[in-house]
């Protein structure tokens, strides 16, 4: 089975701009994460959709930053307008059943100047 | 606050030896423990894991270490390879009954195999 998609790979933006990363979760998977690593630091969880419902979007760092799961297929995360201190990779992932194992896409790597 | 704490941050280990990693939690909700393994530019893969009712899971080379009186958990690799050269994550699922759910991680330990 295909994996978790995700695009761009790299992203490097001036500060002030908007940028849209996508991932295409694994084909059935209801439930689809957003995670952030900060060059260092922990992985830390964003939000969770379940189909097109956030079910928890508790680690979203603040209104600059929307995602969307239209459909309940393919998610975006939006960043607008992006900060210096939003630079990291992007991690989405997808399973099946909420508490299952995740899957994980390569991530994005976003850089702002 | 940092749920899950791991270290070291950094490992260098030479072919052949042991390599451990270690991983302390607060939380004592917690139920299930995973490690990720990560290689440059790939995502985190799920390598093992281990649920508190046991104190040792062991799967080829990888074994986890669970010590629930302590609130600890490692990862031991035997006879390390350079390809487990890679960055490892511990964490630890945090779910309520409204069914949220995601993982908390630690910060990473970078593992370099010496040939």
């Known amino acids: 089975e295909a994996g978790v998609t995700q695009f761009p790979s790299h992203s490097v933006i001036e500060k002030g701009q908007t940028v849209t990363l996508r991932c295409d979760p694994i084909?059935?998977?209801?439930?689809l994460y957003w995670y952030r690593r900060v060059m260092g630091k922990e992985i830390k969880f964003l939000l969770h959709?379940?189909?097109?419902?956030?079910?928890?979007e508790s680690g979203m760092p603040n209104n600059r930053f929307l995602a969307e799961r239209t459909g309940g297929t393919y998610s975006t995360l939006k960043v607008q307008p992006a900060e210096l201190e939003d630079s990291g990779v992007y991690f989405c992932?997808?399973?099946?059943?909420?508490?299952?194992?995740?899957?994980f896409g390569s991530g994005t790597r976003l850089t702002v100047v | 606050q940092q749920q899950v704490k791991q270290s070291p941050q950094s490992l260098i280990v030479q072919k052949g030896g042991i390599s451990i990693i270690n991983c302390a939690y607060e939380?004592?909700?917690?139920?299930?423990f995973p490690w990720y393994q990560q290689f440059p530019g790939k995502g985190p893969a799920l390598l093992i894991a281990?649920?508190?009712?046991?104190s040792e899971k062991k799967e080829g080379r990888f074994t986890i270490s669970f010590n629930k009186s302590a609130k600890q958990f490692s990862l031991h690799i035997m006879d390390s390879q350079p390809g487990d050269s890679a960055t490892y994550f511990c964490?630890?699922?945090?779910?309520?009954?409204?069914?949220?759910?995601?993982?908390?991680f630690g910060t990473g330990t970078r593992l370099t195999v010496i040939p």
């Open positions: 939380n004592t909700a917690f139920d299930y």
């Open positions: 084909s059935g998977h209801d439930n």
């Open positions: 992932a997808s399973s099946q059943f909420r508490g299952g194992d995740y899957t």
């Open positions: 281990i649920r508190p009712d046991v």
């Open positions: 959709f379940v189909k097109e419902s956030k079910q928890d």
């Open positions: 964490a630890a699922p945090w779910r309520d009954q409204t069914g949220a759910n995601n993982l908390f």
